[in-house]
């Protein structure tokens, strides 16, 4: 199969000046293709609305059947630190903005005790569970 351009549209667009943002249901048409990456989407959306990738959050997106059209939803924040003050913790870490999660039992409780023995600013310095 050939492969089309990549076609955005932005429905139920929304700028919410209480979030310091734009949000939208971002339709995206994409014949001939599986699927867009968030990156890609991101680029594009960059582009559109002259604003900074850092600043964008894709999610929720679903290719719809048959293929050829997706929908999700974007949120283009004004400025970094709204998006570090409105967005959730585990987005963030989607957007590698905060270190990823201890999903590890034994590792969450070994770095609690290693916190325990030290004092100031030695606690923050230990590392995060990550095997060295």
Same mark, same amino acid.
């Given at each position: 199969m050939s492969e089309g351009p990549i076609v955005l549209r932005a429905k139920k667009f929304l700028l919410n000046r209480l979030l310091s943002r734009k949000q939208m249901v971002l339709e995206v048409l994409h014949p001939g293709q599986a699927n867009v990456s968030k990156d890609k989407i991101t680029e594009l959306i960059a582009k559109k609305f002259k604003a900074d990738t850092k600043n964008i959050v894709c999610f929720g997106f679903h290719t719809h059947f048959g293929g050829g059209r997706s929908t999700g939803f974007v949120l283009v924040y004004d400025n970094r630190d709204y998006l570090l003050k409105y967005e959730? /913790?585990?987005?963030?870490?989607?957007? /590698?903005?905060l270190e990823p999660k201890i999903n590890n039992r034994k590792a969450r409780k070994e770095l609690r005790t290693k916190r325990k023995k030290v004092r100031g600013k030695e606690k923050s310095k230990i590392q995060t569970g990550k095997k060295k």
């Open positions: 959730p /913790k585990y987005r963030l870490r989607r957007l /590698k903005v």
